[in-house]
């Protein structure tokens, strides 16, 4: 597999201290102390102008040696819920930026605070203002009936992949498919499930384990800009993602993390629906299930979809990138200066 990117990679020895015993914490400090050692070796060796951070404990060594020898730095957080490292690296780092307004407070911030900014998330630019038709070509899709695009990250979502797999021959009876399930080995399995079904639904059906997000004829970008709805979990990107597009969703959020409430961001804005995992396929038959009903709903309720949309656009930040990035240079300049 070619490498994802040529940026050079330095890592730094760090570990989870929340949750653990007695031994595990004290491996967990005695590592977070490692990584402050290298870390501090680190900014003396390439003397940063400012840094960036996207959250995670992995961050707290190279924040703490920042701040000690004076290096501005800039937290990201693209969730609407931050977790415990990046409650912390909030209180120390220079700046804090945030996906949407509603994050802030749960980092003791608000909207105008001289330590506070809302980005957006930063997308490519190509998400922006897409030919449909010419990203429906590129998956050799027909004009009707609808495209709906389910995903669930690189890994792909087990669950996700097994209700759509129950629901097969339902879903493709009213839609077409673009399915990027994963690259942990489900490909194979929904491949056999599809070869059952009718030549006719067959080709309706466009199963991928993974989509890259370049140029290719065949894109995670071009997916998206195919599609008119998708089905799909409710990490940081789809706060972004969606609305760049304008699509609609029923997201199906992971139940471990703090995806629900990314989910709620974008339901109560009427861009999205919400289905739990653990209540897509319900008690009875597969197609009574409330994520059959959802989604049956708005294939066929085409100003439905149309209205959420609308809705979804609204809350695009074509800027983020851009605006994310004159943010940190401005910190470097600063620092220079």
Same mark, same amino acid.
């Given at each position: 597999?070619?490498?994802? /990117?040529?940026?050079?990679?330095?890592?730094?020895? =760090?570990?989870?201290?929340?949750?653990?015993?007695?031994?595990?914490?004290?491996?967990?400090?005695?590592?977070?102390?490692?990584?402050?050692?290298?870390?501090?070796?680190?900014?003396?060796?390439?003397?940063?102008? =400012?840094?960036?951070?996207?959250?995670?404990?992995?961050?707290?060594?190279?924040?703490?040696?920042?701040?000690?020898?004076?290096?501005?730095?800039?937290?990201?957080?693209?969730?609407?819920?931050?977790?415990?490292?990046?409650?912390?690296?909030?209180?120390?780092?220079?700046?804090?930026?945030?996906?949407?307004?509603?994050?802030?407070?749960?980092?003791?911030?608000?909207?105008?605070?001289?330590?506070?900014?809302?980005?957006?998330?930063?997308?490519?630019?190509?998400?922006?203002?897409?030919?449909?038709?010419?990203?429906?070509? =590129?998956?050799?899709?027909?004009?009707?009936?609808?495209?709906?695009?389910?995903?669930?990250? /690189?890994?792909?979502?087990? /669950?996700?992949?097994?209700?759509?797999? =129950?629901?097969?021959?339902?879903?493709?009876?009213?839609?077409?498919?673009?399915?990027?399930?994963?690259?942990?080995?489900?490909?194979?399995?929904?491949?056999?499930?599809?070869?059952?079904?009718?030549?006719?639904?067959?080709?309706?059906?466009?199963?991928?384990?993974?989509?890259?997000?370049?140029?290719?004829?065949?894109?995670?970008?071009?997916? @998206?800009?195919?599609?008119?709805?998708?089905?799909?979990?409710?990490?940081? /990107?789809?706060?972004?993602?969606?609305?760049?597009?304008?699509?609609?969703?029923?997201?199906?959020?992971?139940?471990?993390?703090?995806?629900?409430?990314?989910?709620?961001?974008?339901?109560?804005?009427?861009?999205?629906?919400?289905?739990?995992?653990?209540?897509?396929?319900?008690?009875?038959?597969?197609?009574?299930?409330?994520?059959?009903?959802?989604?049956? #709903? @708005?294939? #066929?309720?085409?100003?439905?979809?149309?209205?959420?949309?609308?809705?979804?656009?609204?809350?695009?930040?074509?800027?983020?990138?851009?605006?994310?990035?004159?943010?940190?240079?401005?910190?470097?300049?600063?620092?220079?200066?």
């Amino acid at each position: 597999m070619a490498a994802e /990117s040529n940026l050079p990679f330095r890592g730094l020895p =760090a570990a989870a201290l929340r949750g653990r015993g007695p031994l595990q914490l004290a491996r967990g400090a005695a590592t977070m102390l490692a990584g402050l050692r290298q870390a501090r070796r680190l900014l003396r060796e390439v003397r940063p102008g =400012a840094i960036l951070g996207t959250g995670g404990y992995v961050c707290v060594p190279l924040f703490i040696a920042a701040r000690g020898q004076r290096i501005p730095t800039l937290i990201y957080l693209p969730d609407v819920i931050p977790g415990l490292a990046v409650r912390f690296l909030a209180r120390i780092a220079t700046l804090t930026a945030t996906n949407v307004a509603e994050a802030l407070p749960h980092l003791g911030l608000q909207p105008g605070h001289p330590r506070a900014l809302v980005t957006g998330y930063p997308l490519r630019a190509e998400l922006f203002g897409q030919d449909r038709a010419a990203c429906r070509r =590129a998956f050799a899709l027909a004009d009707e009936p609808p495209v709906v695009l389910v995903y669930g990250g /690189s890994r792909g979502a087990r /669950s996700l992949n097994r209700a759509i797999e =129950a629901l097969l021959p339902a879903l493709l009876e009213h839609c077409q498919l673009i399915h990027v399930c994963g690259r942990e080995g489900d490909e194979q399995w929904l491949r056999t499930a599809a070869e059952h079904l009718p030549a006719a639904l067959q080709a309706r059906y466009k199963l991928y384990p993974y989509l890259a997000s370049g140029e290719q004829p065949q894109s995670m970008v071009r997916a @998206l800009g195919a599609a008119d709805l998708a089905i799909c979990r409710s990490g940081a /990107s789809t706060l972004g993602e969606l609305p760049a597009v304008g699509l609609p969703a029923v997201l199906v959020p992971y139940p471990y993390v703090h995806q629900d409430e990314n989910a709620d961001y974008l339901v109560r804005r009427g861009a999205a629906l919400k289905v739990a995992d653990a209540a897509m396929l319900g008690a009875g038959p597969p197609q009574d299930g409330p994520l059959f009903r959802a989604v049956l #709903h @708005l294939i #066929h309720d085409q100003s439905e979809r149309e209205r959420m949309a609308e809705r979804s656009r609204a809350l695009a930040r074509p800027d983020a990138a851009r605006h994310l990035a004159g943010a940190l240079l401005g910190l470097a300049a600063r620092s220079v200066g």
